[in-house]
């Protein structure tokens, strides 16, 4: 459908930079006008932290303008450019197809984001696509990400979710279509200068580094090689955030170079889910065939991905090839360090430990290899675990978990050992492992049964009480177990469509 989009007169307070830069890094697109908006979740506390001038619109004038039927005043709708490695193999030209930055806002507290119509219809990028969304994606991206907040989990987040009153056509049939806002520090990915090293053009590349660099690491420009100190900070926070996943048995699903983020924010949930009972190689993504992205394979993946965007820099490192490579190959080499150390130190704190001792990390390794074993689920093993601090016998609802209780004997007597010499310098274990280890997270089955009622029933309650679950992670609420439980046989979920 044609843009019939109208300009609405009321300013959001958008500060546009993006489009500031030459036209080659985006495209003037506006959304398509869909039949019915009706908005079904805002995120006023998100909005007001983003400073939003959104005062005073009713929830129709919200679906209005979250559905793309209204533009505000200041917005400047673009898609981006990027290209990407899906799956391992270069796609030179991708971009926002079902995607459109409408604008960016500053906090009070400086700090920029952009907001962004995920579903509004086709750009330039979309290729064979409809650059439309179905609901149900649109929800799980909802419930995720603002989960992922909830944990502490740099992400995208959510500020608004419509439907649109039309349907999309999907590989299971016709689906109900709906339409994220979603919000991010930058939606700049590995994949944007990918775009233009296919193209060669180098000029691109460095001035979307200087971008980079002033909106998301400033202290980098003082450095002696900036795009050394860029690169190096990306590094850092990838290694951080993907051994956070880990730590919360998250798996993202889809993790192309298009898909990770500059600014080192969890982007583009798709196929993504949290991992029920321990395995490494858990795969929920109807598409990773090969399990290319499983849960154990992510610290491998992204130190991949960064390689991808050295190569992107390599001429802004330094004019020299030799002395390029040998500036970004030791922080390559640093970087897969201190994803192992910061997966070591999250893995830690889950039994209760700050400070690491030499045989800390086999403790953790027999612990995962029991729930291996066993098909334990491996957020209630760690939440629980604390329950056996002062008790001679397991808790009930934690030796529940297990099929061979008995065989933990040997490692609880191990664990309770080296707790004590962690006590003894005063240590708060159990307020340590109630704050690393969450008693929710935004289980499969759970999203699942949250999508379907949308879906089904055109209700969103259930949406709605997941949500207010999920605000606080790490505290028990009362009368709340079915979002605390993995699924039964019947509720198991195997896999996830990103069918977007
Ligand atoms: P993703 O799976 O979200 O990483 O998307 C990969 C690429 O496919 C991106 O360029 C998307 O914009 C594009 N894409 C995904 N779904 C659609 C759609 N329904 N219409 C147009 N483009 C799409
Ligand atoms: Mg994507």
Redesign the pocket.
């Known amino acids: 459908m044609q843009s019939t989009t109208v300009n609405g007169n009321h300013s959001a307070g958008f500060d546009n930079t993006y489009i500031r830069l030459q036209e080659k890094f985006f495209h003037h697109c506006n959304p398509d006008k869909v039949p019915q908006p009706r908005l079904i979740c805002f995120n006023n506390e998100l909005a007001d932290h983003l400073n939003l001038r959104l005062q005073g619109l009713s929830d129709m004038d919200l679906a209005g303008y979250f559905s793309g039927n209204m533009l505000f005043a200041d917005s400047e709708p673009i898609?981006m450019a990027?290209a990407?490695h899906?799956f391992g193999s270069f796609?030179p030209q991708?971009?926002?197809?079902?995607?459109i930055l409408l604008g960016e806002i500053v906090t009070l507290k400086g700090k920029r984001y952009d907001i962004q119509l995920k579903?509004s219809g086709?750009?330039r990028?979309?290729?064979?696509?409809?650059?439309?969304?179905a609901l149900g994606p649109v929800i799980r991206e909802y419930i995720v990400s603002e989960a992922m907040h909830a944990l502490g989990v740099p992400t995208t987040r959510a500020l608004a979710m419509v439907t649109t009153g039309e349907e999309?056509l999907r590989q299971t049939g016709k689906l109900p279509g709906g339409i994220l806002t979603r919000v991010a520090s930058g939606y700049m990915r590995i994949g944007t200068f990918e775009y233009f090293l296919a193209r060669n053009d180098l000029e691109a590349i460095g001035q979307l580094a200087d971008y980079a660099i002033r909106r998301h690491y400033p202290e980098a420009a003082r450095d002696e090689n900036p795009y050394i100190s860029f690169f190096k900070q990306v590094c850092d926070r990838q290694a951080a955030l993907v051994a956070k996943w880990m730590q919360l048995g998250f798996i993202h699903g889809?993790m192309?170079t298009?898909?990770t983020s500059i600014c080192g924010e969890t982007i583009?949930y798709?196929p993504c889910a949290f991992m029920d009972e321990y395995d490494h190689n858990t795969v929920f993504s109807s598409i990773d065939i090969h399990g290319r992205y499983r849960y154990g394979n992510q610290g491998g993946i992204i130190l991949w991905n960064l390689s991808s965007l050295a190569h992107c820099l390599f001429h802004l490192f330094d004019e020299d090839e030799d002395t390029s490579r040998s500036l970004y190959t030791p922080i390559l080499e640093h970087t897969q360090v201190q994803f192992l150390h910061n997966w070591q130190q999250g893995m830690l704190k889950k039994v209760g430990l700050n400070k690491v001792e030499e045989k800390d990390i086999e403790l953790v390794e027999n612990y995962l290899d029991i729930l291996r074993e066993q098909n334990v689920d491996y957020t209630l093993a760690f939440r629980y675990l604390a329950d056996n601090i002062n008790r001679n016998t397991l808790s009930g609802r934690y030796s529940a978990l297990f099929k061979r209780p008995e065989e933990l004997d040997n490692w609880m007597l191990q664990w309770k050992k080296r707790l004590l010499r962690e006590s003894a310098s005063g240590a708060n274990i159990v307020s340590l492992m109630n704050r690393t280890n969450p008693a929710y997270i935004p289980r499969n089955h759970r999203v699942e049964k949250a999508i379907q009622q949308a879906e089904k029933e055109n209700r969103f309650e259930e949406i709605q009480r997941f949500m207010d679950v999920l605000k606080n992670p790490f505290s028990e609420q009362p009368d709340t177990a079915e979002y605390m439980l993995p699924p039964t046989t019947e509720e198991r979920v195997l896999q996830t469509f990103?069918g977007?």
């Open positions: 898609a990027y990407g899906q796609v991708l971009g926002d197809g079902r995607a579903g086709r750009t990028w979309s290729r064979g696509g409809d650059g439309k969304s999309v889809v192309n298009d898909n583009d798709g990103c977007t």
